[in-house]
């Protein structure tokens, strides 16, 4: 059985920054100390992933190979592919079709950011479970900003609607999905929406008429933040900052993960500390071995 590959969309599609911001790659910006894309990157590694396709428009690619290079030196393995135009995001399965391979998939938008223990514990277990779909439902104050899931009164859900005036729910679904390997036929099949993109509310609901779609509620504990406008960006940088320096420990921090999965060693952690020069972010590293 093929182990389920993930992709980081983290082209300029529906972007809602300056036009000074999106002169460098939104992405590429960072939430506090690292670049945002850090942080999509970190959750899929936190669920297991290692084959990880970065899609991204012609002009961001390079700076994306040039920062991340191949994932050696996380024991993981990117790849690269141009998003020409953007068409919607399930679109990055059309794209990844070469790459997926007939795999199951997890889809993660490059602008979003989680933050949580019990978190990690659910993208984990919708890794695993290879043969089904699952998305997620995340409380929010302002459902008409999303994709909006309506349950039963026993919690199952029945219907899921992008953008609605009339929101069903406060449950939101959040930049993060993990389908099984008939992805990208059901991608093939969508027709573009009224403003000419292939949706994903549309392909989670082809999922969810299957009856194999599982629904899992994110609790109270857990942070979701979306960076697409520049009030969230700087939220999100003080959100950081606030847990990393309470705590003293990093969010989003790729070596950490590969080292605690034991998909590095020291040897290769010391290595990328040699890279990295003098900075906080060093040093971090270096007490990780200290440790």
């Not at 980081?8 to 972007?15: D, E, H, K, N, R």
């Not at 998003?83 to 399930?90: C, F, I, M, R, V």
């Not at 992805?183 to 000419?196: C, E, F």
Request: charged share 20%; glycine share 8%; hydrophobic share 40%.
């Amino acid at each position: 059985m093929k182990k389920r590959k993930g992709i980081v969309l983290a082209g300029g599609a529906g972007s809602r920054l300056h036009p000074l911001t999106l002169a460098m790659s939104k992405q590429m910006m960072p939430v506090y100390d690292k670049p945002m894309i850090y942080y999509p990157i970190s959750v899929l590694m936190l669920a297991g992933i290692r084959e990880i396709l970065i899609i991204s428009t012609p002009q961001d690619l390079p700076l994306f190979k040039r920062l991340l290079g191949t994932g050696e030196y996380l024991g993981v393995s990117f790849f690269y592919e141009e998003q020409p135009k953007p068409e919607g995001l399930a679109q990055a399965f059309l794209i990844g079709e070469k790459f997926l391979d007939d795999s199951p998939a997890a889809l993660i938008l490059g602008d979003n950011l989680f933050y949580g223990q019990d978190f990690q514990h659910l993208v984990k277990e919708a890794n695993e479970a290879i043969e089904t779909s699952t998305i997620f439902a995340y409380h929010v104050s302002n459902p008409k900003a999303y994709g909006v899931i309506e349950f039963d009164y026993d919690g199952k859900a029945i219907s899921i609607e992008e953008k609605p005036r009339a929101p069903k729910s406060n449950y939101a679904v959040p930049g993060i999905y993990f389908y099984d390997d008939q992805v990208v036929q059901h991608a093939k099949s969508l027709k573009p929406s009224a403003r000419g993109e292939l949706e994903i509310t549309d392909l989670n609901l082809i999922y969810l008429q299957r009856k194999e779609l599982m629904v899992k509620v994110i609790g109270r504990g857990t942070a979701w933040l979306d960076t697409g406008t520049h009030k969230s960006l700087l939220e999100a940088s003080h959100f950081v900052q606030t847990i990393q320096s309470r705590q003293g420990l990093q969010v989003a921090c790729l070596e950490e993960i590969a080292f605690n999965k034991g998909w590095v060693d020291e040897k290769q952690i010391s290595k990328s500390i040699h890279s990295m020069g003098k900075s906080s972010y060093a040093t971090y590293l270096e007490s990780l071995l200290q440790e």
